[in-house]
């Protein structure tokens, strides 16, 4: 490294040694730091009171390309140099692993459980043997991240109030400090004087050694955090939650507790959030904790201090992350983390390792997950472990309904309720069953003086009083510097910043365009000012209002040129996808082709905006090239001029016709004729009718063959679409098989039948219950004869068309 890298690279080196230096502090064991090793791989080394080496660690930073596995093999053939001491190693960096660097340290991970033959395939049988106390850790944290974690760890030990503004000045002066210390250390020639002393550096620190009595879990903290949960106002829509089996039924906010651990997914604005506090305070009624956390908040491999920060923020202490292990290692306690799917794919994976690590041990606290993408938050979980799946429902009539109320004047008849409710499900489509969305809409309509506004309009009307709000006429000037420092984070798949970070983005993006005449500190107090942003829970994240602001900011910088496209598009880009082809008619045809080959089922929410002004044979052109992708087969479009203006398209190999209008565009006509295509592809297959068991056991077997059909029919019919579309249908479906359990006999309907209880698994295995006892709350519940009805064939192709639904984001899209 050289330049700004190199010290970037140190920044993060010290970072970390500012938490290994508070480790020791809170441990309080006699260990001591010396910052640069004595061997040149090591940057760092915790030594017990004799000298001995405890563990060494090597922190290297890495932008742009992913690492190899040569290159991470080439760090521990390289420790392996040195003696064999029996310290563990750490190898950490906040780059990313290339495929075959994972497939490395999966096996490195493999081999400390015994299974150490894919670890020998890298590097032999006398260097996998030595790797024994060997591990990786991607930790793609920035440095402003880490140090305000830190921060908020000092806080602990100088001052545990937790200030409106965050931790105070003598926190972030005791880690200022503590990093000036290591890296004045980390200069010195001789070895023995880089090595810091718990001594030396709990004079830094302060406090007593130990956890303070205060701080420890349960402790007093229980009533503290009933006493703030009861505290919040509780002025939120009534919101409800359903499985996500097949026909189960609306539940109430809190049935998410019910059953841990948990997902809980939903698309931006639908209410999770506000879900997931509705729990909380039904929980702290009942006298169970609930602690609400960010994974914006998580710093890699310390859910120990996600857990220990939640609880502070709660509460207004900062607490040591001991109190978080506390935490984590108490049953009675449910932590929710919210935004678990909007984190950088690093950073997820940490997290799924460590809640892999929590929940493989008995007795621990319940985790629920929560977040956009149901695909992203199976993959945190472990694949072993039973989990309940949520999702928010949409808004009911009477719901939206009180939305309505509670914006408009009481006095406001009936009859103009339900003309604006109209009017949202005509401009808004599904999204007028968001809350967020439907808010923002009805106070949309007084400011715009119209309600003919789509999701994009309503934004804007509503992003734009509060920057004039704040900045009058200047606020063009500062809101175009916010948008493109929102690109830059959405560009990262985050919609967050650490405080630093967001200094150092501001004032370059606002120092490149002079001709704004604005600085990066007006560009922030107005961000702060106008409510644009704020920091969560006092940690020092900076966040926009609501999440898809951020999606907003950055589509319009995007829609207006101001940063180029990407070259490849991630599920995550979904929602500003949306944004920016609302926002200029020509995006989606410039964007068609991204789209169809990486995210293709955002197509149909990207071509309904996909207005350019384009002849008969452009389109007939341009929709054959997007229809070969996403066929993946040779296709040519034949487009016709009606006399209307309007247009008609079909595939020159036959098939229906679709009507387009005269203004309609490539994507919107391939996107229609590959709706027509999978309507003749997923076509149900004839109901199979399966006899009627006469006694459990033949129940049992019933529901294991239909099962097995519906799993063999599901991977048949998945693998014939295309690369990226059978994998988007494959993590939306998750896990293909079934565990069921028979229960007791019922009447249904005259004719005997059997209660059935079942959950998705990845293989299927049905048991009888003989035991009454035994409850029925951890899965979906049917009958054997519901469940069977129609066979596997059948059940199969309804689950495909109803993930397509899903993913494309319209109900009913398939019918």
Known sequence: MAGTDTFRGIGYQQAQAVHLALDIVEAGLGHSLRVEGMDDIVDLEVLDANGRRLEALQAKTRAGTPWTPALVIGIFEKWLEGDDDGAIFTFVTDGVLGPGAQNFVAALDASRDGNTQGLISFVGHDKARRLRNSFVKVAPDTVGSLLASADRRAAAFVDPLIRSAGVSEAAMQTVNTLFRVLTERAGRKDPEERIVSEAELRDIVGGLAGQPPDSRWPGGLVGDHFDAVLRLPMDLVDLSVHRLEAGAESAPAFAIGEDCPATLSGGTGTGKSSVTRLLQNHAARAGRTVILARAETYIAGRLDALAADSLGFAIGRALPPSTGRQILADSAVTLVIDGASEIPAEAARSLASDLRVLLSRPGTAKIIVVGRSIAALRALLPSGVRYAEYAVEPLGHDRANEIVCRLLDRAVSEHVRRTVLQRADHQLGDGARNPFLLTLYVRSLARSGTDELNRSEVYATFVDELAARAAGSASGALLAVLEETFAHLVSLQRRYSDAYEWIQLTDSIADAHPELNVSGREVREFASHSGITNVLNQSGVIVPFHDSIADY???????????????????????????????????????????????????????????????????????????????????????????????????????????????????????????????????????????????????????????????????????LFPGMQSRALADEIGPTGVHARVGGAVDNFGACDWTLTYWAAPDVHVTIETDPSVGNDDGARTTVMNYCSGGGGRAATETVRSAIESLVGRRGWLS
Do not use: Y
């Not at 940063?563 to 926002?583: G, H, K, V």
């Not at 341009?622 to 079909?650: K, Y």
């Not at 016709?657 to 004729?673: I, S």
């Open 553 to 719: 900011l950055a589509a319009r910088a995007i829609s207006h040129g101001m940063i180029d496209l990407p070259s490849r598009l991630l599920a995550s880009d979904e929602q500003w996808i949306r944004f920016a082809t609302e926002q200029r008619r020509s995006m989606a045809m410039e964007m068609g082709h991204l789209i169809v080959r990486d995210i293709p089922f955002v197509a149909f929410a990207a071509s309904i905006s996909d207005k350019p002004a384009l002849s008969v044979k452009e389109v007939a052109t341009s929709t054959s090239a997007l229809l070969q992708v996403l066929l993946d087969a040779e296709v040519s479009v034949t487009l016709r001029e009606l006399p209307d203006g309007r247009r008609t398209a079909m595939m020159q190999t036959g098939g229906p016709t679709v009507v387009l209008d005269p203004d309609d565009g490539p994507l919107a006509a391939a996107v229609r004729l590959w709706r027509l295509n999978l309507l003749t592809r997923l076509k149900p297959p004839p109901s199979s009718r399966v006899q009627r068991p006469t006694d459990a056991d033949a129940a049992r077997a019933a529901v294991q063959l239909v099962a097995k059909e519906r799993q063999r029919a599901l991977r048949d019919c998945v693998a």
